[in-house]
């Protein structure tokens, strides 16, 4: 079945650091990709998608682009603030199948 | 912006207790479902539902859960007779037909 596997955590940064969360996927067909991103005593939210190969997502200064020769969905962010301390999660479905989520990537971003 | 909400925040049960959780989804959305997450885990999927009946479970959706969409906005996950490891945090999700799913803020369940 499809899958998602993510770097594991923790990460630590200090602020302003550059940051990659790595992600890459197995699936069948061309699925949706998707990070999440859950702060501290909070639901997931969606922080960017991308539905087809090659699309990049953005949002708050994150990036993520579909890489289907390498299977791929790398979350970055050039400068990370100790507000982007969070679990991220990379996820995938197929139309409106349930998502397939990643183990999670804690980030804690230190000033 | 719209928003799915959840009801209650927090729940805390004695093991064997029934539990029902509350949904409302976004309102023009038609797909709903249930994921969960235990403490430190990913997220689970638990449960779809679609015009009026489950389209997809996991094999974590057993017997003891149902869910049930009993008027036009709620969206409720039942489990009859609670377990210790049911503690988790119970996540609610809608989405129109397009991929993307919108999640509400959780319950935290704890079975004790």
């Known amino acids: 079945g499809d899958s998602v596997t993510q770097m594991e955590g923790p990460v630590t940064l200090s602020e302003e650091a550059f940051l990659t969360i790595n992600c890459t996927y197995t699936?069948?067909?061309?699925?949706?990709l998707f990070w999440y991103v859950q702060y501290p005593g909070e639901g997931l939210q969606l922080l960017l998608k991308?539905?087809?190969?090659?699309d990049k997502g953005s949002n708050k200064g994150f990036e993520a682009t579909y890489r289907k020769e390498t299977t791929s969905f790398h979350l970055e962010k050039g400068s990370v603030q100790v507000s982007d301390s969070a679990v991220y999660f990379c996820?995938?479905?197929?139309?409106?199948?349930?998502?397939?989520f990643g183990k999670g990537t804690r980030l804690s971003v230190i000033a | 912006e719209p928003e799915v909400t959840q009801t209650p925040s927090h729940q805390v049960t004695q093991m064997g207790q029934e539990v029902i959780l509350r949904c409302v989804p976004i309102?023009?959305?038609?797909?709903f479902y249930w994921y969960r997450q235990i403490l430190g885990q990913k997220v689970e999927f638990l449960v779809s539902?679609?015009?009026?009946?489950?389209?997809?479970k996991s094999e974590i959706f057993d017997d003891q859960f149902s869910v049930e969409r009993p008027d036009g906005s709620n969206f409720t996950l039942k489990i009859r007779s609670t377990k210790l490891e049911d503690s988790a945090m119970y996540f609610c999700?809608?989405?129109?037909?397009?991929?993307?799913?919108?999640f509400g803020p959780g319950t935290r369940l704890l079975v004790l």
């Open positions: 999700a809608s989405g129109q037909r397009e991929e993307t799913q919108y």
């Open positions: 699936a069948t067909g061309y699925p949706s």
């Open positions: 991308a539905t087809k190969a090659d």
């Open positions: 996820a995938l479905n197929s139309g409106n199948t349930p998502l397939v």
């Open positions: 309102s023009n959305h038609l797909y």
């Open positions: 539902f679609y015009n009026n009946e489950i389209s997809e």
